[in-house]
């Protein structure tokens, strides 16, 4: 049982470059997060999927799409990066009773 | 729009002694969650505690207890017999439907 698990764990990119960041959970929550933590700030929402085949924005979509690809599998792309968009991504994950949310561990994304 | 205020950018505690990390929160619904996370140095969001605004007792879990005042829109944690290992950043947060909207952090120390 490995919870949720993000892919890659690290990741430097160029300004204008893309990329997916991968989210997978096994513990067959409906509901799936992706967060970003900027230094010294809490977590923000960005996108979350309340259940498989739905998505809506959170509070900082800008700049970003994800897709609900299944049940276990929620994705967050970044079309264009921006330097602006430096920062730990988490996803998560919550049963249906919402009582809490599981994390993954994060990825650290550089944009230069 | 939900807004969570955690005032205490930074405390130290001494080995042994109980800790109170305050927060504040305001929001208009009725139904609502409140959390409490850990991140220590190593980046992953670690989930303490849970308390829903009709919970009418106070959550407790081992040596973490919130203390929930809903009059006054607060939800204090008390680490009680601190931990080295308790040296880390503390997020309150609070749920709204799906979504989740954390404080900026406070830093607990423990000192030897």
């Known amino acids: 049982n490995a919870g949720v698990t993000q892919t890659p764990k690290f990741q430097v990119l160029k300004t204008g470059q893309s990329m997916t960041l991968q989210c997978a959970q096994d513990?067959?929550?409906?509901?799936m997060y992706w967060y970003r933590q900027d230094p010294g700030m809490g977590l923000r929402l960005i996108y979350y999927?309340?259940?498989?085949?739905?998505?809506d924005k959170g509070e900082v979509p800008n700049g970003y799409n994800v897709s609900r690809l299944n049940k276990r599998e929620f994705s967050l792309r970044l079309e264009s990066a921006a330097p602006s968009q430096t920062s730990v991504y988490f996803c998560?994950?919550?049963?249906?009773?919402?009582?809490?949310?599981?994390f993954g561990p994060g990825t650290r994304l550089t944009v230069l | 729009a939900q807004k969570i205020t955690q005032t205490q950018p930074g405390m130290f505690v001494q080995e042994k002694e109980a800790v109170t990390l305050d927060c504040t929160y305001d929001t208009s619904d009725q139904s609502y969650g409140l959390f409490w996370y850990k991140q220590p140095s190593s980046g992953e969001m670690i989930f303490l505690i849970y308390q829903g605004s009709y919970d009418e007792q106070n959550a407790t879990e081992g040596r973490y207890s919130l203390n929930f005042q809903k009059a006054r829109k607060s939800a204090n944690l008390v680490i009680s017999a601190s931990q080295l290992g308790d040296s880390a950043m503390y997020f309150c947060?609070?749920?709204?439907?799906?979504?989740?909207?954390f404080g900026a952090g406070t830093t607990v120390t423990v000192r030897a």
């Open positions: 947060a609070m749920r709204n439907d799906y979504k989740l909207s």
């Open positions: 998560a994950s919550s049963p249906p009773t919402r009582v809490t949310q599981y």
């Open positions: 999927s309340a259940s498989e085949g739905t998505t």
């Open positions: 513990m067959n929550h409906n509901s």
